[in-house]
């Protein structure tokens, strides 16, 4: 038995020219959506190609102490807000510690793709624009009420999460396709990697229910509460310096998040469906956390070490593919249509840009549709066994 795999925040690090911090997306004026802009990181030195940022609004729970953290990376690929303790002022640094059935503080491990986050789960007033969740299991993330980080968690990721250069954020806002991010595996047993109990400073794993786990704050809603939709501008071949979208909350529940008549890819009980690329077919996850499009393709070059982007696909021109997603059980399928340009080329002409939905780079068996799959589109993504226009969820639409 395990949990479920976070599967958001994959970010290879292109070499930027000519960028500072810079604005983190605002507030807008519908009561459920927020501005997200793909821009500057929090720091000249947290700064990242295709990473889209929102604000978000903590409070203690039931006062009027609040906080707002911008520079938060919008992830649709994993549920739960972490924050770094760093970024938090003195009035929240003790918010109230979520604890075990047993009394004891509990503590969360969360696996990235590319590492992992350990802190205290501490509950929060979680504000999105004028929507809140009320006393919300949140993760602080280097939180130092915790101790040595436990090697059950230490080995599910790469590298320890620990400040914002780490992230290029100043946390993780994760509004997936599920309530919960272990969900009732970690309710039924004691997981080693997930959640924890900490007596005297000593943790070990433990049994987490529902109720404790680290949370969807937009499930935790009183409405609009059954997903969300992300709406971004286009991009031109060359990059842009920086982009904005929208994001709304809810699916159908209001004017300006409609759903319309997008194609609906309903997701397995992984969150996943499926794409066939280059005649295989691979597991796939649309995820606006990772800041690339990442999939396997030997006959692609790679951009050499030394350059400005490493890791990225460096072809000798720019390349005209395409993929069919599936739904993972529904038969609904579409060809989706993209380019790869070489990641060293366009940052080398373009200095300063930040956004580009023409690069990528491998990923083992793996198609996961990044932040660049975004733009130009309007992306809904609904809650597991929550009922939508497009029926209940977990499923993807556009």
Not at 382 to 387: F, M
Request: include cysteine.
């Amino acid at each position: 038995m395990a949990g479920r795999y976070l599967a958001g925040a994959l970010a290879l690090v292109l070499a930027i020219a000519g960028c500072g911090g810079g604005g983190g997306g605002g507030d807008s004026a519908a009561t459920n959506e927020l501005t997200v802009t793909v821009g500057s990181g929090p720091t000249s030195a947290a700064t990242n190609v295709n990473i889209p940022y929102v604000s978000v609004t903590i409070c203690r729970p039931g006062s009027s102490v609040c906080q707002t953290i911008d520079h938060v990376l919008l992830d649709t690929a994993s549920t739960g807000f972490r924050v770094l303790a760093s970024v938090l002022d003195s009035r929240l640094a003790d918010l109230p510690r979520q604890q075990t059935s047993g009394g004891d503080d509990m503590a969360a491990c969360a696996a990235f793709i590319t590492g992992y986050t350990w802190g205290a789960v501490r509950l929060a007033d979680v504000k999105l624009s004028a929507m809140k969740a009320t006393s919300l299991p949140i993760q602080i993330i280097a939180d130092p009420a915790v101790g040595v980080v436990p090697s059950s968690c230490a080995n599910r990721g790469a590298d320890a999460i620990t400040t914002p250069q780490d992230m290029f954020a100043n946390g993780i806002l994760g509004v997936g396709w599920f309530t919960e991010d272990c969900g009732q595996a970690c309710a039924l047993a004691a997981i080693p990697g997930w959640y924890y109990g900490c007596p005297s400073g000593t943790c070990s794993s433990a049994v987490a229910s529902l109720a404790r786990q680290v949370r969807n704050p937009v499930a935790a809603f009183d409405s609009d509460n059954n997903g969300v939709i992300v709406e971004m501008n286009a991009v031109p071949a060359s990059g842009a310096r920086t982009v904005s979208g929208k994001l709304y909350l809810g699916i159908g529940t209001r004017t300006n998040n409609a759903l319309g008549s997008p194609q609906v890819f309903d997701l397995d009980a992984s969150g996943e469906l499926q794409t066939e690329y280059g005649g295989s077919t691979l597991t796939a996850f649309v995820d606006t956390g990772s800041n690339a499009l990442y999939f396997p393709d030997g006959s692609i070059t790679t951009c050499d070490s030394a350059s400005h982007a490493p890791g990225f696909y460096c072809p000798m021109s720019t390349l005209s593919l395409s993929a069919t997603m599936r739904g993972a059980t529904n038969g609904t399928q579409a060809a989706v249509d993209f380019e790869i340009a070489s990641a060293e080329s366009l940052v080398v002409a373009n200095p300063g840009n930040l956004a580009y939905d023409n690069i990528g780079a491998p990923l083992g068996a793996f198609f996961d549709w990044g932040m660049p799959f975004f733009y130009g589109r309007r992306v809904s993504i609904a809650i597991e066994g929550r009922s939508t226009p497009g029926g209940d969820g977990p499923y993807i639409a556009y």
